[in-house]
T-cell receptor, first 114, second 111 residues
Framework: DTAVSQTPKYLVTQMGNDKSIKCEQN?????MYWYKQDSKKFLKIMFS???????INETVPNRFSPKSPDKAHLNLHINSLELGDSAVYFC?????????????FGPGTRLTVT | GQNIDQPTEMTATEGAIVQINCTYQ??????LFWYQQHAGEAPTFLSY????GLEEKGRFSSFLSRSKGYSYLLLKELQMKDSASYLC????????????FGGGTRLMVKP
């Protein structure tokens, strides 16, 4: 009964490839997020998304795009992978945007680009 | 933009008390969160402050002063399992209410 799940847990791929990471939450939350945590452990927001609104961190390259087939899923597509994309990617969800409710994080996907 | 500063590393002894500070600058403050992250794991929520003052939750307490742009996380009766990174995060309503995280404070608890 995992609350926020991600697949795969580990992903090793070559530069230039296109890959996707999947995220699912069974909490009935309205808002989902993608974060990137680099080797220095900085956790940076990439996207915030609910049924009505996508908010993009302006520093995120347009090679990254979120896709939401339904309220419980938010997948992350990455085109033309680069070495600098190597990081741990966390999905998270919360009940409503801007409320007191905390965000629940998935277990993370460790992406290694060679 | 936002700046969030917290010490990179701290060391404390089992059974002691430790205070982890966080200072921030933000244009549309809408709450401050503390998260715990063990190595190789996901962050987990510890506390939330939006008004000035102290919030206590068991061995953990968090304090906020909005006028000073300052918060701290207080951990009492330290246990070995408290060795982890502690992340301060600020929510900004001028940034779509998204969270901006500090770099985290890596706490090592020694016997």
């Amino acid at each position: 009964d995992t609350a926020v799940s991600q697949t795969p847990k580990y992903l090793v791929t070559q530069m230039g490839n296109d890959k996707s990471i999947k995220c699912e939450q069974n909490l009935g939350h309205d808002t989902m997020y993608w974060y990137k945590q680099d080797s220095k452990k900085f956790l940076k927001i990439m996207f915030s998304y609910n049924n009505k609104e996508l908010i993009i961190n302006e520093t995120v390259p347009n090679r990254f795009s979120p896709k939401s087939p339904d309220k419980a899923h938010l997948n992350l597509h990455i085109n033309s992978l680069e070495l600098g994309d190597s990081a741990v990617y966390f999905c998270a969800s919360s009940p409503k945007p801007g409320t007191v409710y905390e965000q629940y994080f998935g277990p993370g996907t460790r992406l290694t680009v060679t | 933009g936002q700046n969030i500063d917290q010490p990179t590393e701290m060391t404390a002894t089992e059974g002691a008390i430790v205070q982890i500070n966080c200072t921030y600058q933000t244009s549309g403050f809408n709450g401050l969160f503390w998260y715990q992250q063990h190595a190789g794991e996901a962050p987990t929520f510890l506390s939330y402050n939006v008004l000035d003052g102290l919030e206590e939750k068991g061995r953990f307490s968090s304090f906020l002063s909005r006028s000073k742009g300052y918060s701290y996380l207080l951990l009492k009766e330290l246990q070995m399992k408290d060795s982890a990174s502690y992340l301060c995060a600020v929510r900004d309503h001028n940034a779509g209410n998204m969270l901006t995280f500090g770099g985290g404070t890596r706490l090592m608890v020694k016997p």
